[in-house]
């Protein structure tokens, strides 16, 4: 998403870019805006058609995303106990 706004076409995103694809996402942005880049953001091979590629990537990146959201779930739960084992004195298991 981020090849999307970034105006070199990289990824790397300048303050100006960032504020182009917030604007965007705003409530108050025009639907064919919105539409247009909802458009260029699922056309993963850049060829100004969805394709069956397209969609595939996109149950990939949902995949990924399944996969990262569990990923992190289970970092914050080991972080917690880490954080409650340094923390844990003689009176009790109180933080």
Do not use: H, W
Request: glycine share 4%; proline share 2%.
């Amino acid at each position: 998403m981020c090849k999307v706004f970034s105006s070199d076409g990289t990824g790397d995103m300048t303050f100006e870019d960032f504020l182009d694809m917030m604007s965007v996402f705003s409530d108050n942005a025009p639907k064919n805006v919105k539409v247009e880049y909802a458009f260029r953001i699922y056309d993963f091979d850049n060829d100004d058609m969805l394709s069956n590629s397209d969609l595939e990537e996109v149950g990939n990146v949902s995949l990924l995303c399944a996969l990262c959201q569990a990923i992190r779930r289970y970092l914050s739960v080991y972080f917690i106990l880490y954080l409650f084992s340094q923390t844990r004195s003689d009176s009790g298991p109180t933080i």
